[in-house]
């Protein structure tokens, strides 16, 4: 349980934050058919003034989906740099909901990575997200593998 409500089974606490993470999430991470998948539960605080939440949550999560899915294909894991990030609303969620964001990694170059997401309320669509990094050195953090 967090903040009261139920974290779907699989997932636990996200295994890389930092302190911008840390007062946008709680996050939380799992492996599904080898790729990672990133959720979060809604909480009022993660809400507009219309009680949606907010795009620039939804645009949080999808960055670091499409960043970590990247970086952590590789081991040791490698440094990206978001260099474009770009998404299209096509729906919401609301207090209470919980949301998932599935990456596709579509290349991995040297210098380099194109990956996609979508970011998913139940069965729905809310979000598909696409994003390019720059490829830097490895990781320098004590993140561990998930």
Excluded: C
Aim: hydrophobic residues 40%.
């Amino acid at each position: 349980m967090e903040n009261g409500l139920e974290v779907p089974q699989g997932f636990e606490p996200l295994f890389r934050s930092s302190p911008f993470l840390d007062a946008n999430g709680p996050f939380f991470a799992k492996r599904h058919e080898g790729k990672l998948v990133i959720g979060l539960r809604i909480e009022t605080r993660h809400t507009n003034a219309r009680g949606l939440v907010h795009g620039g949550l939804l645009a949080t999560l999808a960055d670091v989906a499409l960043g970590y899915s990247a970086a952590f294909s590789n081991e040791p894991p490698l440094s990206l740099i978001t260099s474009s990030l770009s998404i299209d609303y096509v729906g919401t969620a609301k207090v209470g909901d919980w949301i998932e964001a599935h990456s596709d990694i579509q290349r991995l170059g040297s210098r380099m990575a194109y990956v996609n997401a979508y970011i998913h309320r139940g069965a729905e669509r809310i979000v598909r997200a696409s994003a390019s990094f720059v490829v830097g050195g490895e990781l320098t953090s004590r993140a561990t593998r998930p």
